[in-house]
């Protein structure tokens, strides 16, 4: 059995720098020619039951993953797939604490029947239920103590997302050969298509053989798999190297709780802030700034507040916090911003008393939003916890931006103010660098206003640099091929007048 954790966890951190310089794979990962034939394992036949990883993020290791396939009890002929992910980041010197565990049970061509997921991040759960029947996928889920459902029309076959490294080694691995289906991602709650390739057969110094080379893209991401002859992914690269996966033993996969006590260093904070030269002074007063973007393999939208334009594959944008005589540039009917959604659960009854109390008399939607922002800053701390919805922060009254923006709309459209979530970039004075972030845009007077609920701001400052619009994970997708790739040139900064 192949285990990588005989070496020393050294290994795995020497890997992990060296898998962010440009051009390592060929270095590290050797031509192993071609393989005696192409391999195939079917269910009741797999060399494995169980395997372990371990997971390192930016030179840090942070976590295990534990896979596991096993006949199904239940239903004869069938396979449970268990797999968990547990894994530890510091930010700003808080520990978060993620755990991700799925049971999927499936037939012997690897279709999906039923499932049950439970997520975990910084104490806030996610549970989600399935069964495929009648061309139709039903999903219940609980989100902040609150049920809710979903059904997606799915004709055809659909596949578990647990079942993506497993599955050319059943329909058969060789160089050479493509591979499309559509999944259920739980994570985020879409049908989605994977689509892989066999691109070679090699050897590498970080496992022992010689294993199948799969190229991976789901969502847009891309991942890279090695595959021993037993049909088990021995090593795994994604975010360009950044996340990395190695096959060890449970015990040494699990020695991350003891690293994680004593790793002091911010691998979230160092891989995704981007920090301009000279830093910025005073940016929450900052009026109006032109910046320089390169990495960006879309445009950034531009409206009534920032307006973008494409120079030599890179986007320069202006962003300001008035403009006279500015459209409203809405892009999409107000009514799609006031209803509910998964994380923003703006009809849930404890959202719509809470908005009640917040807006009281107020007669207008400024005023309701001047309350509104009032009232979370009273009520709603500031701190890295990460959330799934608006009503896992109204019950811990306390969340990072984008459970801020969350519970933000939430109640802004509880109060019929139509209200969209926003992602991008945002300037911050205690790492001296841009950093993701989450804000909202309200509609009121006919005009999109950005508004900080975190930074207490009625007007975003200049600093925010929006990407993109969406309130559920599928729509962050694009962030993740993003993080650690940007980078940002202040060209010009003006403030306003104290």
């Known amino acids: 059995m192949v285990r990588p954790a005989r070496a020393g966890f050294a290994r795995l951190l020497l890997l992990a720098a060296l898998a962010l310089a440009a051009g390592c794979q060929s270095v590290y990962f050797h031509d192993a020619g071609e393989p005696a034939a192409p391999l195939a394992h079917r269910l009741d036949a ?24 096993r006949p199904a009890t239940r239903r004869p002929g069938h396979y449970e797939v268990l797999s968990e992910a547990s894994f530890v980041l510091r930010f700003l010197g808080i520990e978060k604490s993620i755990n991700l565990k799925s049971r999927d049970l499936i037939g012997p061509d690897l279709t999906l029947v039923d499932f049950a997921y439970d997520y975990t991040i910084d104490g806030s759960a996610l549970k989600l239920e399935g069964v495929l029947e009648a061309g139709r996928l039903n999903v219940s889920m609980v989100s902040g103590g609150k049920p809710a459902a979903e059904t997606h029309a799915h004709a055809g076959k659909l596949y578990p997302t647990s079942v993506i490294a497993l599955y050319p080694v059943v329909y058969g691995i060789a ?23 066999v691109s070679g057969y090699e050897s590498s110094q970080f496992f022992e053989g010689s294993a199948f080379k799969l190229e991976t893209t789901l969502h847009g991401q891309n991942a890279t798999t090695w595959i021993d002859t037993a049909g088990r ?30 790793n002091k260093q911010e691998a979230l904070i160092e891989f995704s802030v981007i920090r301009p030269e000279p830093p910025l002074a005073d940016p929450r007063n900052a009026a109006r700034m032109v910046v320089e973007i390169a990495g960006l393999d879309r445009a950034p939208p531009s409206d009534a507040w920032q307006r973008c334009r494409r120079e ?28 509910p959604s998964i994380t923003v659960q703006s009809n849930d009854p404890s959202i719509r008393v809470t908005a009640g109390e917040i807006a009281g008399d107020a007669a207008t939607p400024r005023e309701r939003i001047a ?5 979370m800053d009273a009520n709603i701390e500031k701190a890295p916890v990460d959330v799934f919805s608006a009503l896992d922060v109204l019950e811990k009254r306390k969340a990072e931006c984008q459970g801020h923006a969350y519970l933000y709309a939430a109640l802004a459209r509880a109060m019929d103010v139509p209200t969209r979530v926003v992602n991008g970039l945002a300037y911050s004075e205690t790492l001296k660098g841009f950093l993701y972030h989450s804000w909202v845009e309200s509609l009121i007077d006919g005009h999109w206003l950005p508004i900080d609920p975190t930074f207490g701001q009625a007007v975003a400052d200049a600093t925010h640099i929006k990407l993109l619009e969406g309130e559920r994970l599928s729509d962050l997708l694009p962030l993740i091929d993003w993080v650690g790739k940007l980078r940002v040139k202040v060209l010009e900064v003006e403030h306003a007048q104290q």
């Open 46 to 69: 797999l060399p494995f039951q169980e395997y372990w990883t371990g997971i390192v993020f930016n030179g840090e290791k942070i976590g295990f993953t534990r896979y596991a396939i």
């Open 175 to 197: 160089p050479g050969r493509d591979y499309a289906y559509p999944v259920y991602d739980g994570q985020t709650q879409t049908i989605a298509q994977v689509r892989q390739k």
């Open 233 to 262: 992914p021995v090593f795994e690269l994604g975010m360009r190297g950044a996340m990395i996966f190695a096959l060890e033993d449970e015990a040494a996969a699990k020695r991350y709780l003891a690293l994680a006590a004593l």
């Open 312 to 339: 030599a594959e890179r986007d320069v944008c202006e962003i300001v916090t008035a403009r006279p005589g500015a459209s409203p540039g809405t892009d999409a009917p107000p009514d799609k911003y006031t209803f």
């Open 371 to 375: 309350r509104l922002l009032k009232w």
